[in-house]
């Protein structure tokens, strides 16, 4: 028995693989999306820039239909810095790198884009502040002295100093010149009291883990040059500007109002739009009897409400093809009972000592939340 263990002991003393991952000091987590011919170039960057630390690379790839994921997980057969975390089923840039973190257990992580863009010879400055400097958190700004955006066109690099300043209302008086960098470098022990608070949601990551961290942050900055993309393109599209503002929103509202709410309300009420243009024509304009013209307008409402919402509140979830017909189905199906309920509440509110249009507004209250909590957990609560 005893000598067993001795054997045992002995072999893990033995695997170097098994020395290097025990007390890794720094975890580099590389959300990928289609970067495979980024991913050996990167590596080798990282090799030189960290030599002499005990780090690892944990790739964070969500499927990529390049093979991002298979190429990472060859290259860690005889790479031992590398790891990788293959998502299946999700998207999205803030999750992603919340999983790489969390899928590590460095004391000290940081966080870079997979393809070249973010000056990887500063992670040593961005170790040193973490683990000597003090610092809780450390961002790698273009905006500071020695940094610069490199060869950003008129209209992006107003985009991005204009997000810059909405983000200050949730910042909550942190001073961060390069709020919007996907480049920097985190304490554990300070991620973890983030963690729970954070809302996941879109790109901002570094504006999600400020806003939600209680307490006081120290902060350090490195300044770098944003570079051109080695290989591929970019994958932020429009869809991120609604995402940010999105996340500020959920960071403002108190935490049990979910922001798709205030979203799938403001949806609502285009629906009442569409609704009332609708019932004056068939009704006032073609003379349509009130009743066939008042079930058909609430149709055309909850066809318009339900692709809107389907394209906008929900583009994350986005049904498609028959799923498409289904989602359909069973929102025409909430909604409807939505309006049971909106009816139903009304009119008992009506029968108390109140106002007309109270009773109106909790009848829409109560009949909106049904809509959002049915439909959010039915119509697009289904996995893909
Ligand atoms: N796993 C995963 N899932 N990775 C993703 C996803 C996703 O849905 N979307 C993008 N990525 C990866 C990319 O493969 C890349 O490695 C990194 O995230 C950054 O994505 P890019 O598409 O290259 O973003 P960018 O260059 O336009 O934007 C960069 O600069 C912004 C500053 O203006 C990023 O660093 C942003 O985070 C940053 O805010
Ligand atoms: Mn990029």
């Known amino acids: 028995m005893s000598s067993s263990v001795a ?7 033995a695997n170097p693989a098994t020395e290097r ?9 590389i959300p990928t999306f289609n970067e495979r011919l980024n991913v050996e170039p990167l590596l080798e960057r990282l090799t030189i820039a ?21 190429l990472v997980r060859k290259l860690a057969e005889t790479n031992s810095h590398v790891r990788c975390i293959h998502r299946i089923g999700r998207r ?13 257990c460095a004391e000290y992580v940081c966080v870079i884009d997979g393809d070249g863009q973010h000056d990887e010879t500063k992670l040593r400055d961005m170790y040193l502040a973490l683990s000597e400097g003090g610092a809780d958190l450390v961002v790698g700004t273009r905006y500071a002295d020695g940094g610069s955006v490199g060869d950003w066109d008129s209209t992006r690099a107003w985009m991005s100093s204009f997000a810059t300043r909405l983000s200050s209302t949730v910042l909550r008086g942190h001073k961060i010149s390069d709020p919007m960098s996907g480049f920097f470098g985190i304490r554990r022990e300070s991620f973890e009291k983030a963690v729970r608070n954070l809302s996941g949601e879109g790109y901002k990551i570094l504006v999600d883990i400020v806003a939600s961290f209680p307490g006081r942050l120290n902060i350090h900055e490195v300044a770098y040059t944003f570079r051109n993309r080695m290989h591929g393109e970019s994958k932020l599209d429009s869809a991120v500007v609604l995402e940010y503002l999105l996340l500020l929103l959920e960071k403002r509202l108190p935490k049990f109002i979910p922001a798709r709410l205030i979203l799938f309300a403001g949806v609502g009420a ?18 349509i009897d009130f009743s066939v013209s008042q079930a058909t307008a609430t149709l055309v409402a909850m066809t318009t409400n339900f692709f809107i919402n389907n394209s906008f509140t929900y583009r994350d979830k986005r049904l498609k093809g028959a799923k498409l017909i289904g989602g359909l189905a069973s929102f025409y199906l909430v909604c409807g009972l939505g309006a049971v309920a909106n009816v139903g509440v009304a009119q008992a509110v009506f029968e108390q000592p109140t ?3 109270l009773a109106a507004i909790a009848g829409v209250l109560v009949g909106t939340i049904w809509n959002f909590a049915m439909s ?5 609560g289904r996995k893909k």
Do not use: C, Y
């Open 21 to 29: 991952r025990g007390h890794i000091q720094l975890a580099v987590v």
């Open 92 to 104: 999205g840039l803030s999750r992603a790198v919340i999983e790489g973190i969390q899928g590590s």
């Open 376 to 380: 959010n957990a039915i119509t697009w």
């Open 50 to 70: 960290l030599r002499g630390l005990r780090w690892e690379a944990v790739f964070v790839d969500d499927d990529s239909p390049d093979g991002t994921a298979q």
């Open 270 to 287: 285009t629906g009442l739009v569409v609704h009332m243009l609708m019932l004056a024509l068939l009704h006032k304009q073609f003379l």
């Open 355 to 357: 106002t007309w249009w």
């Open 7 to 13: 054997e045992i002991s002995t072999l893990n003393r």
